[in-house]
Nanobody, 116 residues
Framework: QVQLVESGGGLVQSGGSLRLSCAAS????????MGWHRQAPGKQRELVAG???????NYADSVKGRFTISRDNAKNKVYLQMNSLKPEDTAVYYC??????????WGQGTQVTVSS
């Protein structure tokens, strides 16, 4: 029912920046929280950043101070601004949306590759 479309991934040099976006086909008023997860090859998927409907944010320790999650209520979008990227940030990044109904939806993922 809910479609999530991610964009903004790509190849960037160490120290560079990327901005990921996730467009949800659902009103922000039906969303309890939105977030970004990532999965590197051979590793578990991990939470990178999240934002609640109240605007409260949380980040993985590994990205604090470098990544910023934000949202645009009018566009039903969530963003992840990634600065000072490191090779360790290389992964597939997934958008996640938790609805007030309790349902969870995932995006298709977008590849982020950071070269040394």
């Amino acid at each position: 029912q809910v479609q999530l479309v991610e964009s903004g991934g790509g190849l960037v040099q160490s120290g560079g920046s990327l901005r990921l976006s996730c467009a949800a086909s659902v009103s922000i008023f039906r969303i309890n929280a939105m977030g970004w997860h990532r999965q590197a090859p051979g590793k578990q998927r991990e939470l990178v950043a999240g934002i609640t409907r109240s605007g409260s944010t949380n980040y993985a320790d590994s990205v604090k101070g470098r990544f910023t999650i934000s949202r645009d209520n009018a566009k039903n979008k969530v963003y992840l601004q990634m600065n000072s990227l490191k090779p360790e940030d290389t992964a597939v990044y997934y958008c996640r949306v938790d609805l007030l109904s309790g349902a969870t939806y995932w995006g298709q993922g977008t590849q982020v590759t950071v070269s040394s």
